[in-house]
């Protein structure tokens, strides 16, 4: 005010002398005007405390509310306790004074008169003994003390009474029921011991209730509420009454809805439902423990919540009250502060509406006529800040224009890129695998041609074995690429596990050979006989990592181990959605190769990377592992790897492979000796390529086994053909000149006449999506290009079901199974070599070389019939490469010898 005045009394004189009236208008306007936004706000900072102190009255209230009823419930709650107390002291001091006389020992033996006077002293102090009878161990009263005359007693021995208390040895306190009197009345029983302190009798004793009636009717509920006790048959055995209020009977509340609410064994809280009244109540109960008897307590909530109702009826008046004042005195104030903010804010609105040029016009003097000067003057730059800031947008969406264009056209070079990459290596591996057909081709046809010389054959070896690597490398950068755009996918089927091993076991050993190498296959009886996994991919790994180990080794030994690490029950799901056993197996290639350096392991799975010598370097591609390690990865797994320079590395894996119950014979049953024909009637084969040295490669490897075999080198003419000449088998192109890709496939298909006759299609495409895409045209099979003999023989044999012949007589092929345990095989059963022969063998089978072995028991076996068993154990044992068996088998007869 001091300040307002300050400011008053500076104000410059005007010119003019106003009148009077028009001097006190001024001045009160100008005092209003001047009046400065701190003061108000300290009006309206007022009117705040007093609501929140009303609200925070309100809240007080409220807790209050909550306190009345917590009174309630805790006032209900020692009533039923004192209640109980009282019953249970009264029962207690029975009971206490029947076990009083009770300890007295022998007593069921004592002079009837000594047991007379027992008795009359225990009842003559206190008269709710209606009757005390001291009862032997068969249940007879011995002694007997009673006001009525006319009560009969007989043997308590099938009662609970006297089971309770004789044979449990434990104070009993028996039902409820009415007296001879017309009361309630009970019957109590201690155990009563001879001077052995051997229980045998009861001291019993039949007293009236008439307490309880006292009990209840002294402990006051409010006005209209009551008290009554149940017992453990939910039984109402007392309650307050009238003197009108005749006792005719128990009354039971078992079926009533709340007294299943209550516990037998614990006090119920206070709690609302509908009482024994069938009116709405507050209750509560309490336990006697002695006789577990339950006190209730039940008050109408309309008595019991009638205070704390008015209360809030008086307390919300008052609020209401309260808030209407405080709403009023907001309302006045937040005019006067609201009316000049008004004016700042239709100017900041027209500001945001891009009207830089408003000024806000005030006369104030306070913190508002400040603000407005303020905002004028922000007002001003804003204008300014944004005509430069316009004219920076348009440098900027210049800049963005230019920059999103930049890298729109990166971003189509590099879909350009990866587009002409895929294409490119598309169109690589079909061009490369066309010439490739012919010189692989004509190589096995050469081979098997019976007018070539060694020398010949050896340079046409030279021609495969090259044609074989190129092939090779071809695959590889395919697969690299494949994983690198993520588009290499498993293929997985059930086949027969053994076999599998066997087969990759047989390729490495004969390359360890050719080194001198000794090869050591080793695998665990456990393994599952059929799996489901992808069979091309999973070897491929395998036979990578074993041609690895045998390329840098140059001396000892390569191990192949295959052991189960964990067998989960069926739990998982195969192919067929049959439940399935989990294999946990591990695969293991260990050498005692060069080995590599740390920091060469962390870099041999990288594309490209080799290490060793330069001349073993050469030997490869550098995408071996970098490929295996992908492809396991993409199985779930990891390729692991310890190596020491100079000592030899080891690989392993470890893979989750589900148990197979369907499995098919999945490898080649082609006999290694050379084919010069089959059995049965001679097969007609069309072969369908619009180049001539691919049809070449195939009809002179046919004729050679004595097909018949007719070729087109378009497709209308080898539809004509197909449906002139019937025909066994079609080899074709997918795409052959004279029609569309496929549709010659779905012509042949379509026809009636060649529903039997078995279509395989023949490409240099291989990847697995065109190979799908055949197979659903209706191939029947795929043959890749270059076409490998095998390959194609074992086709024809599968779907014409061949046998086939051989130049000479030769042992079918038989599957390896996992030897059986033939740990329990002694010297007593079999005859044994001499002593040099044993360390021989032993000499072998330490170095692995499992052949010469088998070659040494062969010969042993041809000099002396009775080594025919030894040899047929170590034979068995050496066929399944078991040679670490083998080893511990002679060792252990060495030592016996």
């Known amino acids: 005010m001091a300040r307002l005045l300050h400011n008053h009394q500076n104000k410059k004189p005007v010119e003019h002398t106003p009148s009077p009236i028009a001097h006190s208008s001024r001045k009160l306007r100008r005092l209003l005007w001047q009046s400065s936004i701190a003061n108000q706000l300290c009006v309206g900072l007022v009117c705040l405390v007093a609501s929140s102190l009303l ?144 229980v045998d009798g009861v001291l019993a004793a039949k007293v009236n209730l008439r307490f309880l009636d006292f009990v209840v009717s002294k402990t006051k509920v409010g006005k209209t509420g009551y008290t009554y006790v149940i017992d ?128 806000v016009k005030t006369r104030a003097n306070n913190e508002l006529g400040v603000l407005a000067s303020s905002f004028n003057k922000m007002a001003r730059q804003l204008q300014e800040s944004f005509t430069a800031l316009e004219k920076t947008n348009e440098d900027l969406e210049q800049r963005v224009a230019q920059r999103t264009m930049e890298l729109q056209e990166a971003k189509e070079a590099a879909d350009a890129a990866n587009s002409a990459k895929s294409e490119f290596l598309a169109n690589m591996s079909h061009e490369l695998r066309t010439p490739l057909n012919g010189i692989l081709g004509y190589a096995q ?57 066997q087969g990759i076991a047989e390729i490495s050993q004969v390359r360890a050979e050719q080194k001198r190498l000794a090869f050591v296959y080793q695998v665990s009886p456990d393994v599952p006989t059929g799996v489901y996994a992808d069979e091309k991919r999973l070897r491929q790994v395998l036979i990578n990592l074993l041609g690895n180990a045998i390329k840098f080794t140059e001396a ?31 695969f293991q290639v260990e050498d005692t190769g060069i080995g590599m350096k740390a920091e060469h392991l962390e870099k041999i799975f990288l594309p490209f990377e080799q290490v060793g010598q ?91 086994l004595g097909f018949d075999v007719i070729e087109a080198d378009n497709a209308p003419d080898a539809f004509s053909k197909a449906l002139s000449s019937p025909v066994d088998v079609i080899i074709t192109e997918p795409h052959v000149h004279g029609m569309e890709e496929l549709e010659l496939i779905h012509k042949l298909c379509a026809a009636e006449e060649l529903q039997e006759t078995i279509i395989i299609v023949s490409s240099a495409s291989v990847f697995e999506s065109d190979q799908r895409k055949f197979m659903q045209a209706g191939g029947a099979d795929f043959l890749p290009k270059p076409v490998q003999a095998n390959d194609l023989l074992y086709i024809l044999q599968k779907h014409l079901h061949l046998e086939w012949i051989y130049e000479q007589e030769a042992e079918p092929i038989t599957l390896i199974q996992p030897p059986s345990d033939t740990s329990n095989i002694s010297a007593a059963t079999m005859t044994l070599p001499a002593s040099e022969d044993l360390k021989t063998l032993y000499d072998l089978a330490m170095k692995g070389r499992v052949k010469s072995l088998i070659d040494h028991l062969e010969s042993l076996e041809q000099a002396s019939a009775h080594l025919t068993p030894f040899a047929n154990h170590l034979r068995q044992l050496a066929r399944g490469f078991q040679v670490q068996r083998i080893q511990e088998f002679i060792r252990s007869q060495m030592a016996d010898a």
Request: net charge positive; aromatic share 6%; with cysteine.
């Open 55 to 198: 609200v925070t009255g309100g809240m007080l209230i409220y807790s209050s509310y909550e306190v009345q009823q917590q009174q309630s419930k805790l006032l209900q709650r020692e009533r039923s306790r004192a209640a109980a107390g009282a019953i249970n002291a009264y029962m207690d001091d029975l009971i206490r004074k029947l076990n009083y006389v009770g300890r007295i020992r022998g007593l069921t033996n004592l002079p009837p008169a000594m047991q007379q006077t027992l008795l009359e002293a225990l009842t003559r102090n206190n008269d709710a003994y209606e009757m005390v009878a001291i009862i032997n161990n068969t249940g007879t009263p011995v002694s007997v003390i009673t006001p009525y005359a006319q009560l009969r007693i007989g043997s308590f021995a099938s009662t609970p009474l006297f089971r309770r208390a004789f044979k449990h040895q434990e104070d009993f306190v028996d039902t409820v029921d009415f007296g001879a009197d017309g009361n309630l009345s009970t019957m109590l029983a201690v155990p009563i011991r001879n001077k052995q302190d051997v």
């Open 232 to 359: 453990n048959r939910n039984i109402v055995i007392a309650r307050a009454r009238t003197a009108n209020d005749y006792r005719s009977g128990l009354e039971d509340i078992s079926h009533r809805r709340f007294v299943k609410q209550f516990s037998l064994t614990t006090a119920t809280p206070p709690m609302i439902y509908q009482g024994l009244h069938n009116q709405e109540v507050l209750g509560a109960t309490a336990i006697v423990p002695t006789t577990f008897w339950r006190v209730v307590v039940e008050l109408p909530t309309e008595e019991a919540y009638q205070a704390i109702r008015n209360s809030i009826w008086a307390t919300s008046g008052v609020l209401g009250i309260a808030t209407l004042v405080a709403a009023g005195l907001g309302f006045l104030m937040s005019r006067r502060i609201i009316s000049p903010l008004q004016k700042l804010t239709a100017a900041a609105v027209g500001i945001s509406n891009g009207d830089l040029s408003i000024q």
């Open 445 to 501: 046809i050469l081979e098997r041609s019976p007018t070539m010389v060694p020398k010949d054959l050896r340079g046409i070896d030279i021609i495969r074995q090259c044609s074989t690597h190129l092939l090779t490398l071809i695959n590889d950068i395919l697969d690299l690429s494949k994983i690198e755009a993520r588009k290499l996918e498993l293929c997985p089927s059930e086949f027969h596990f053994p076999s599998f091993l």
């Open 556 to 586: 000892g030994s390569v191990t192949f181990r295959v052991e189960v690490l964990e067998k989960q029950s069926p739990a998982s799901i195969d192919g067929q959605g049959i439940p399935s056993t989990r294999h946990k197996i591990r």
């Open 614 to 704: 330069v001349k073993q370097q050469a030997e490869g591609t550098g995408l071996g592992l970098a490929i295996s390690q992908k492809i396991i990865e993409i199985m779930g797994s990891t390729i692991q790897v310890k190596s020491y320079p100079g000592e030899g590395s080891m690989f392993w894996i470890d893979l989750d492979l589900m148990e197979a119950s369907e499995w098919v014979q999945t490898g080649l049953a082609l006999n290694q000796k050379r084919i010069k024909g089959y059995q049965g009637d001679r097969k007609r084969i069309l072969v369908v390529d619009d180049k001539w040295e691919n049809r070449s490669v195939v009809l002179n490897l046919l004729e050679l």
